[in-house]
């Protein structure tokens, strides 16, 4: 049964899932000091997959994560690698607020794909505000005493880039495929690959670590299945601007844990990127009410 619309609902499912996400991503920011990027891929994937898999089970039956589309299936789980890989490497280096400014640039990464991929027109006005999230990126991006960019940043960008890709290939797995096939088969791909990957660099698992493997898997599926309630139950325009709360989070996380804060340059290009997004996000829902709107014969 399809859950009542509320925007109100849908917003508290949001956060709730920026939320989890966020736990998730300390959890592998955690682990990233005693494991390669790669194998923190695998835990990652792998430790998620029982329970969103439980879920999809429980609420959706067998039938529904029959893939279609295998090609495009392939290509996310190996997006999906390199977006966790890059970005577990980029977490063991840098804070989780400086890693999640840069990764926001996400979203407008996706929109500027969707013209050569997916063939939609952007405006000049999306465009300057593509460009103006791009030089929020350069602002976080500038030194202190490693040059005009640091290599951990740019791994956070390259993630960022796996993550607008593989978003787009979204678009087009939804024409065949369900919602609950592509998290369970971009799960079960990522996790295969980064494990075979991972085997030259393997480092044996610690059973103290098996508490932080579980609650990082608990957490990301909780994730998953809040967002999904979220874009149940909510307009994708009116919700999507609460991830940028996962900064939020994401701060807490950085003092609780490793008793630090952003420096002025991640304040500055935070202001900037998260700026250029919601007006991104405003001229899409400006664009698709005008497309929307019906013709006046009068």
Not at 90 to 106: D, E, G, N, Q
Not at 182 to 187: E, R, S, T
Not at 248 to 274: F, K, N, Q
Request: aromatic residues 10%.
């Amino acid at each position: 049964m399809t859950p009542p619309r509320s925007n109100l609902a849908a917003a508290g499912w949001m956060i709730a899932a920026v939320a989890s996400f966020s736990l998730m991503d300390a959890g592998m920011k955690l682990l990233s000091a005693h494991y390669p990027p790669l194998q923190v891929t695998l835990l990652r994937g792998a430790a998620s997959l029982p329970f969103v898999l439980a879920w999809v089970l429980a609420t959706a039956g067998p039938r529904s994560i029959v893939p279609v589309r295998w090609g495009l299936r392939l290509l996310r789980g190996v997006l999906g690698m390199a977006m966790i890989g890059c970005f577990v490497f980029a977490l063991k280096r840098m804070p989780l607020s400086t890693a999640y400014t840069i990764y926001f640039v996400a979203p407008l990464l996706v929109a500027a794909l969707s013209v050569p991929l997916l063939g939609e027109h952007v405006g000049p006005r999306r465009w300057t505000a593509i460009a103006i999230g791009l030089v929020g990126v350069i602002v976080v991006l500038r030194p202190g005493t490693d040059g005009l960019v640091s290599f951990p940043g740019l791994m956070v960008l390259l993630a960022a880039t796996a993550y607008a890709v593989a978003a787009v290939t979204v678009s087009l797995l939804t024409r065949t495929d369900t919602p609950q096939s592509m998290v369970v088969w971009f799960l079960l791909i990522m996790a295969v690959g980064a494990g075979v990957a991972a085997i030259p660099g393997w480092v044996p698992l610690r059973l103290e670590h098996a508490w932080l493997i579980l609650g990082m898997g608990l957490a990301g599926a909780l994730g998953q299945i809040a967002l999904t309630a979220a874009f149940m139950r909510g307009d994708a325009s009116m919700i999507a601007p609460l991830e940028y709360t996962g900064l939020v989070w994401v701060i807490g996380w950085d003092w609780l844990l490793w008793r630090t804060l952003p420096d002025a340059w991640t304040w500055a290009g935070a202001a900037i990127i998260v700026a250029s997004g919601l007006y991104l996000l405003r001229r899409e829902r400006v664009t698709r009410a005008a497309r929307c709107a019906p013709l006046d014969h009068s």
